[in-house]
């Protein structure tokens, strides 16, 4: 047999006939049982380490917004976010976070936009997504690839789709 044909081969078992065992038990044990199981824990840790990626995604979010309330920053001109337009921004982003599964691009920048409002941005390659939240919570999502822009309603499965569509850049 051909040696790159031979080492490409995988070995096959029919579980449903193989059985194994167990001497702490005295017992058979069908090892099609220990193969499943080891799948869901596998399903597990999978799920378990999306679960703390997107943890840890939410509170580099929560972070960012939190420093956006230092009042050193702020003045007469520069006016610091509302209380409204942080909490609208947070319960929105953190929503959409949360529907988005194994979502890690974290925003280019969180900053004020001195009117009393925050605007957020991601960026990946030529693709950009913008979310302006006002001072009174209103919400406007931009996107922009190269030269093609535009402004859609900001609400979470927009949201959620314009995260989708910049991880495919």
Known sequence: MNNAVYQNRKPSVNIEYVHTFSASEGRSV????????????????RHSASEEKLQQSERELLVSLAELDDESDYDEEFLKPSKLATDTTRNVLLQAYRGHTNFSLLPKFVTADGDGGIRIQWQKEAKELRLLCSDEGELKLY?????????????????????????EA
């Open 30 to 45: 069908e090892l099609s049982k220990i193969v499943e199981q080891a799948r869901l824990e596998a399903i597990k840790l």
């Open 143 to 167: 996107w922009q690839n190269g030269s093609e822009y535009g402004l859609e309603n900001p609400k979470i499965t927009n949201l959620i789709t314009r995260f989708r569509w910049l991880k």
